[in-house]
């Protein structure tokens, strides 16, 4: 038998897959472990400071540990960023697909144990497809990850269905372009997906990782609206708000339409997004244009990323604006998100929280609380005061 642990960087999708990872190894027997033999890293690759910070971790892995797994998207970059690294690193450059069978075959099966043991029971991360088809200028997952591909929609419910059984009470479906989820054969889009997944008897909570504003549809959002698992919270990616940066970056949408597909969820729901700062085309009115979007389109939380170039893409050679210029539109745009975090939560007066981890947890719409209680209890809660870190909740 090996120890092991598993670790992830940047995104949800990087979560599940190192949890597929660790899934397969305790499948076959292997522990999890701090003083570990085998460290298993899932990377990322959506900014230089991103592959850094990859870069950095499994250094320090292959200190302590007798061999390091690298998976996930740095893992197939150009360029090998991991080169020169100690010889007990192995860089898995492999589709998604086949990393967790092929890092649990390296390691070696060395008996069969019930997986679901030590399996975390509050939140479960489903995937249902991965890759993405869209091009956008700045962007390298396409290349690191392929085009978009999905489940079968009777393997996504399974596997619902399945989390539920463990005891998870909340279930977030994850992809890179969640959009492009089809099973044509069996007639699923994701509008369907949403309310089968969300009927699953015994789920209390149903999430959506992140949406593309083109995939905001009249049918999804009667989805979200009718299933009443669906929890009122939407992540959509913004990037930019000037038309001209969109176009240059090759989003397919404009400014204009991501505002009116937001409109009818804009009262009900908690609206999250990415933005990009210091793309090349973008000089000072069109990053007043964002904030101002940022603004109108009634968002809270901002995940704000500086711009650097990837390689691979078609902007890999163009990075105009000085740094201090992207940290400063950064500071900007986070103080505005912060602002604009604080004001909605200064509505809020009551809640049903899922309580995550010690002393803190999440409303339906993704507003965060501070409270004590069991983590993985749902707690009706009232609003005390509010802090910079959420809501200070006391119970109702
Ligand atoms: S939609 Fe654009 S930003 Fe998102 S993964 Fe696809 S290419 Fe990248």
Same mark, same amino acid.
């Given at each position: 038998?090996?120890?092991?642990?598993?670790?992830?960087?940047?995104?949800?999708?990087?979560?599940?897959?190192?949890?597929?990872?660790?899934?397969?190894?305790?499948?076959?027997?292997?522990?999890?472990?701090?003083d570990a033999?085998?460290?298993?890293?899932?990377?990322?690759?959506?900014?230089?400071e &991103?592959? %850094?910070?990859? @870069?950095?971790?499994a250094? /320090?892995?292959?200190?302590? +540990?007798?061999? $390091?797994? #690298? !998976?996930g998207?740095?893992?197939?970059?150009?360029?090998?960023?991991?080169?020169?690294?100690?010889?007990?690193v192995?860089?898995?450059?492999?589709?998604?697909?086949?990393?967790?069978?092929?890092?649990?075959?390296?390691?070696?099966?060395?008996?069969?144990?019930?997986?679901?043991?030590?399996?975390?029971?509050?939140?479960?991360?489903?995937?249902?497809?991965?890759?993405?088809?869209?091009?956008c200028?700045?962007?390298?997952?396409?290349?690191?990850?392929?085009?978009?591909?999905?489940?079968? &929609?009777? %393997?996504?419910? @399974?596997?619902?269905?399945? /989390?539920?059984?463990?005891? +998870?009470?909340? $279930?977030? #479906? !994850?992809?890179?372009?969640?959009?492009?989820?089809?099973?044509?054969?069996?007639?699923?889009?994701?509008?369907?997906?949403?309310?089968?997944?969300?009927?699953?008897?015994?789920?209390?909570?149903?999430?959506?990782?992140?949406?593309?504003?083109?995939?905001?549809?009249?049918?999804?959002v009667?989805?979200?609206?009718?299933?009443?698992?669906?929890?009122?919270?939407?992540?959509?990616?913004?990037?930019?708000?000037?038309?001209?940066?969109?176009?240059?970056?090759?989003?397919?949408?404009?400014?204009?339409?991501?505002l009116? @597909?937001?409109?009818?969820?804009?009262?009900?729901?908690?609206l999250?997004s990415?933005?990009?700062?210091?793309?090349?085309?973008?000089?000072d009115?069109?990053?007043?244009?964002?904030?101002?979007?940022?603004?109108?389109?009634?968002?809270?939380?901002?995940?704000?990323?500086?711009?650097?170039?990837?390689?691979?893409?078609a902007?890999e050679?163009?990075?105009?604006?000085?740094?201090?210029?992207?940290?400063?539109?950064?500071?900007?745009?986070r103080?505005?998100?912060?602002?604009?975090?604080?004001?909605?939560?200064?509505?809020?007066?009551?809640?049903?929280?899922?309580?995550d981890?010690?002393?803190?947890?999440?409303?339906?719409?993704?507003?965060?609380?501070l409270?004590?209680?069991?983590?993985?209890?749902?707690v009706?809660?009232?609003?005390?005061?509010?802090?910079?870190?959420?809501?200070?909740?006391?119970?109702?």
């Amino acid at each position: 038998m090996a120890t092991f642990t598993v670790d992830f960087l940047g995104c949800k999708v990087s979560h599940v897959d190192a949890h597929e990872v660790r899934e397969a190894l305790l499948r076959d027997g292997h522990r999890e472990a701090q003083d570990a033999d085998v460290a298993v890293i899932s990377t990322c690759c959506v900014t230089n400071e &991103a592959v %850094a910070k990859s @870069r950095k971790a499994a250094a /320090r892995a292959a200190r302590d +540990h007798a061999r $390091v797994y #690298l !998976t996930g998207c740095a893992a197939s970059l150009r360029g090998e960023p991991f080169s020169g690294l100690p010889e007990n690193v192995v860089v898995v450059a492999k589709r998604p697909e086949d990393t967790a069978a092929f890092v649990a075959g390296d390691v070696g099966a060395i008996g069969c144990v019930h997986a679901d043991a030590r399996l975390e029971r509050v939140r479960a991360f489903v995937k249902i497809q991965d890759g993405c088809s869209f091009s956008c200028n700045f962007c390298v997952i396409p290349l690191v990850r392929g085009g978009s591909r999905s489940r079968s &929609a009777a %393997a996504v419910l @399974r596997e619902v269905a399945r /989390r539920v059984e463990q005891g +998870h009470r909340e $279930v977030v #479906l !994850t992809g890179i372009n969640l959009g492009c989820f089809r099973d044509r054969a069996a007639g699923y889009d994701l509008p369907r997906l949403v309310r089968e997944a969300g009927a699953t008897p015994g789920l209390e909570r149903l999430r959506l990782s992140s949406i593309e504003i083109n995939h905001v549809s009249g049918a999804l959002v009667s989805a979200l609206l009718e299933t009443p698992t669906a929890a009122r919270h939407l992540h959509v990616p913004l990037q930019s708000g000037d038309d001209a940066v969109l176009r240059a970056m090759r989003r397919r949408y404009d400014v204009q339409t991501y505002l009116r @597909r937001l409109a009818p969820l804009a009262d009900e729901f908690n609206l999250t997004s990415d933005v990009i700062v210091g793309f090349p085309a973008e000089d000072d009115a069109a990053f007043a244009r964002t904030l101002r979007t940022v603004e109108r389109a009634g968002l809270t939380k901002v995940h704000v990323f500086p711009y650097s170039p990837r390689p691979g893409t078609a902007t890999e050679f163009d990075d105009r604006v000085p740094p201090h210029v992207k940290k400063e539109r950064g500071a900007r745009l986070r103080a505005l998100s912060h602002e604009l975090c604080l004001a909605r939560w200064c509505t809020k007066v009551d809640d049903v929280v899922l309580i995550d981890r010690p002393g803190r947890g999440y409303g339906d719409d993704y507003t965060p609380w501070l409270l004590d209680g069991p983590v993985g209890a749902f707690v009706r809660v009232r609003a005390d005061r509010v802090t910079e870190e959420g809501i200070v909740a006391r119970a109702a």
